[in-house]
DNA sequence: GCGGACTGCTTACCT
DNA sequence: ACAGGTAAGCAGTCCGCG
């Protein structure tokens, strides 16, 4: 496309000649005003907020036929409260409650108290607003009350869990009511299932229920638009602030999913068109900048969904306060709400994806690390394989087409990153959305014990039980009894097991099917049942800790998390992988399974965290002594069958040369005595181990190789050298018996000689011998030491370039008096060759150790520049 | 004044 | 703001060394 076919902003409704206010007025088309509540017969809920206004809760529907959304207004006169253990006569007395300008009215209520296994009355304090019962700064409901119960929750929150709503979810509107739609399970499937948790007991019965129906229900395609800005700047290493808003907003691209390409460019004095458009995308030009903007928010007036990388911070951030303060629209007319720390939008649901997959759950267990950088080019790279478009200089000196290109590709990648494995990242996040109980916004926003926090509190309103405050949990159950391993981590974790250093053939890694999940089902696991208030329970003992268990009441994190534990192991994965069943049901399946397992990888560790909600550190801390407890009598069983155990980690142990027979025994032992599934994960033609715990090589029989914690495969290790490593892996996979490691040990030389000989030779490219490594605090905020990555990132700053936490900061090893340099402000000749030569030593020490190799030997002197003369 | 032994900090990894 | 356990490399400190 070329330049010329570029054309104006269409539809431009605020006349140039226009005095300001007739320009305010003509703009009145972007107020919005949610349309009246109409009958709809299937729209699914994505979010929920409360409107000041209406002094209501409200539901945003999206309607997956018309593509849009909806509101509904709650018409059963919910209001937002807390609760209090005084008597309603007690209350009355509290003037400043009575009086209180938000105060509604007083009720008696029962309360199921977990804790204490025992029905409470209690008073509910029911406001008319939800800042009345906190929020404000002084004077709120809850600070006037001497013990308040749920008076954290959010009233949006709150309504969810009281009237029963499941967010993700389908719903009619009927008559101004919000109706559930039942989702129809189809015959076959419904029969397996049944089939298939048959042998679950009655009380994860009903719970699994409730699950599945969520689980099975189908998932709309979501139309959406991907969003990205740029703004000028006289500063081409800086990002502008978004709160001044000070530049202007040179050029935007929406990329809809419904094959809307749109490039919005400003026209400026003296740029260059560029050599040409991307292909098949409307170029238009805006003469002036707020029609760019305007035409923006008229698209967030239109999609359901809106997608950025990074619009919390940045472009809807941006675009607000230069609406605002440049060109004096009023509140009402920019369809953006703006939080502290997120942009919301009036219409649809924003989902900023920088937030989503910086999420570490995600990153770990969704997307198995396959990015580490939570860069949109990271990611993008990653993910998609598609990378940001790189320039030289500023952005101001970018052509028009090169200005267009970069933006459209930021905007393609955000686009692409929703869409790729059919949807990917639109499932998880309805999936989490129903999981958690939560809308779509807050889901993509928060982390993982959010999502629990959340998912626990609706099962507490659904039975009626008290939710715990956090202070009375902490008191009752104590803090820890254990030691950690650890200075400063709060009791004991996991066993590993010191290697058995050498190479073994044949091994086999058994490990638990989940764990600690399976601990929390089995032991009854949950902060009501540690430490329960009965005394007949109190024989109940956790191992080697002086804590008991209930034996009475079924826990509810026990049941919550044994249900889907039981659904994704023995349901969701089989069938996830399941060819019979067509490919849009198992792609379903599948990222049920992917975000059951990142929220049961999850449960444990939230029962430990301080800022879990029901935080319960006696819990946590019952879950890993049981899996030592249940590690070690697996290791000893092990052992008394006469198996070699050469190594173990928490839940798996390696086993040299077991026989079937042996491996058999030792499962079965398993489930009978300790009523836990052990499984073979996988098997290795040979492992090597070096004397390092959390470090080995194994070779799988096709030669593929699995490499865990060595020097040699980290990411701030130098190209060169990871690219060395690999070589001597690939060496190491062809090995098949111990004669073959003859071979190898002379190949392995070669690798090490050629490394050396380049390095002296200066034969690597500076960016090969550059360490990576990840900053994660503001320069000035390492107080204590200057680590080396610091020391570069402080160059880089000298020299104009900023430095961000989370940046990757790539830095050689020179012969200096600081020691090391960015990469790129370095020569060639300044490099410390024989710092380097130490690194290749230690590194490839690590396996030949493993190997029964010495170093030496295989170079025939200590040290490398010994064996090529002083460096 | 310098180097070894030590501790603490920081990052990246494993389960 | 999910947990604890392990390793590497370096920064910084203390102490001995007549």
Redo the contacts with the bound molecule.
């Keep these: 496309m070329s330049f010329k076919s570029g054309e104006p902003a269409s539809n431009r409704s605020v006349s140039p000649s226009a005095t300001v206010e007739e320009r305010s007025r003509e703009r009145d088309f972007l107020v919005f005003k949610p349309a009246e509540t109409v009958d709809l017969s299937e729209a699914f809920f994505v979010s929920a907020s409360y409107d000041g206004g209406r002094r209501a809760a409200f539901v945003k529907l999206y309607e997956p036929e018309s593509k849009k959304i909806y509101f509904w207004y709650d018409n059963t006169g919910h209001k937002p409260y807390c609760l209090s253990d005084l008597p309603v006569e007690e209350l009355r007395k509290i003037e400043p409650l009575v009086k209180h300008q938000g105060f509604d009215h007083l009720e008696e209520v029962t309360k199921v108290d977990s804790l204490r296994d025992k029905v409470l009355n209690m008073t509910k304090i029911v406001a008319t607003d939800p800042l009345a019962i906190g929020g404000r700064p002084a004077g709120s409901i809850r600070d006037i009350i001497p013990k308040a119960w749920e008076a954290d929750i959010r009233y949006y929150e709150c309504f969810v869990y009281d009237r029963g709503l499941f967010p993700g979810m389908p719903y009619r509107v009927e008559g101004g009511s919000l109706v559930p739609v039942k989702p129809k399970l189809s015959e076959g499937v419904s029969k397996r299932l049944s089939e298939a948790l048959a042998s679950e007991p009655e009380e994860f019965g009903e719970f699994i229920r409730s699950l599945t129906d969520l689980f099975e229900c189908r998932i709309p395609e979501f139309r959406r638009v991907a969003l990205d800005i740029e703004v000028a700047s006289d500063v081409p290493t800086r990002v502008p602030d978004p709160e001044g808003a000070e530049y202007p907003v040179v050029c935007a691209t929406l990329l809809g999913s419904d094959g809307v390409r749109r490039i919005l460019l400003l026209r400026r004095e003296g740029v260059d068109s560029g050599p040409g458009f991307p292909e098949g995308v409307k170029v238009e030009f805006c003469d002036r900048e707020v029609d760019l903007i305007t035409e923006i928010f008229k698209a967030l007036l239109d999609y359901p969904v809106v997608l950025t990388f990074n619009g919390d911070e940045f472009d809807l951030r941006y675009l607000y306060h230069r609406a605002e303060k440049r060109f004096k629209f009023a509140r009402e007319q920019i369809p953006i709400e703006l939080g502290k720390q997120f942009a919301l939008l009036k219409y649809g649901v924003h989902i900023d994806l920088y ?1 989503f997959f910086f ?3 995600l990153q ?2 969704a997307f198995s ?1 396959r990015y ?1 950088e939570n860069t949109l080019d990271a990611v993008g790279e990653a993910l998609i394989g598609k990378a940001k478009i790189e320039f030289e200089g500023s952005l101001n000196d970018l052509a028009y087409s090169e200005l267009a290109e970069y933006c459209y590709r930021d905007a393609e990648i955000a686009m692409e990153l929703t869409t790729f494995d059919n949807d990917l990242v639109m499932k998880l996040i309805l999936i989490l959305t129903r999981i958690s109980r939560m809308p779509m916004d807050d889901v993509c ?6 999502w629990i926090r959340s998912l626990m509190y609706y099962e507490h309103r659904l039975r009626n039980y008290l939710i715990p405050r956090s202070e009375d949990l902490l008191e009752l159950k104590g803090m820890t009894s254990t030691e ?13 097991v010191e290697p058995r250093a050498g190479v073994h053939f044949n091994v086999s890694v058994l ?1 638990f099917a989940s764990l600690y999940p399976s601990i929390i089902k089995m032991y009854n696991l949950s902060y009501e049942t540690v430490l329960c208030p009965h005394s007949d329970c109190r024989d109940n003992k956790v191992p080697d800790l002086p804590y008991w268990i209930c034996k009475r009441r079924r826990g509810l994190s026990s049941l919550i998390i044994g249900a889907m534990r039981d659904l994704r192991v023995d349901w969701y994965k089989r069938v996830a992988r399941d060819k019979s069943l067509p490919e849009p049901l198992r792609n379903l399946y599948n990222v049920v399974q992917l975000t059951l397992k990142v929220i049961l ?12 909600a029901l935080y319960c550190p006696p819990v ?1 801390e019952a879950v ?1 002594a049981i899996g030592r407890y249940a590690f070690t009598k697996t290791i000893e069983k092990a052992r008394s069958l006469g198996i070699e155990v050469v190594y173990g ?4 142990i390696f086993l040299e040369a077991p026989t079937a027979e042996q491996v058999d025994e030792l499962v079965n032992w398993s489930r009978e005595e300790l009523r836990m599934e052990l499984e073979i994960d996988k098997s290795y033609r040979y492992a090597a181990f ?7 090589l194994g070779v799988y029989p096709d030669g593929t190789v699995d ?5 040699g ?5 130098p190209a060169f050298l990871q690219a060395a490593f690999m070589e001597m892996v690939r060496t190491l996979g062809e090995v098949q018996s111990p004669d073959d490691f003859e071979k190898a040990r002379a190949r392995i030389f070669d690798v090490v000689k050629t490394c050396y000989v380049k390095l002296k030779r200066r034969e690597y490219p500076l960016e090969d011998l550059a360490f ?6 503001p320069v000035e ?11 570069a990132a402080l160059l880089l700053q000298k020299s104009g370039i900023e430095v961000k936490p989370g940046d ?1 900061i790539s830095f050689v ?1 020179v012969t200096s008096d ?3 340099k960015p990469v790129r402000l370095t020569s060639s000749r300044e490099v410390d060759v024989s ?1 380097y030569m ?2 290749v030593q ?2 490839f020490e ?1 396996v030949l150790d493993a190997l029964g190799i010495d170093f030496k030997d295989i170079m025939g002197v200590t040290k490398l520049e010994s064996f090529f003369g002083a460096g």
Excluded: C
């Design positions: 937030k999420n570490r759950s770990i267990y690390q580490r926003r928060q982390g993982v014990s959010s950690a391993l650890i200075k400063g981590k709060k009791y004991k974790g996991a066993i590993v490990d990888n999850a449960s444990y560790g939230v029962m430990g965290a301080e800022a879990f946590a890993t980690d928490t839940d798996s070096p004397k390092l715990k959390k470090n080995y490499i865990k914690g060595m020097t495969k980290k990411r701030n290790t990576n490594i990840m900053i994660s605090k905020g390492y107080r204590k030491t200057t680590p080396q990555h610091v020391k990757v090893k600081l020691g090391v710092k130490e690194y230690s590194t690590q």
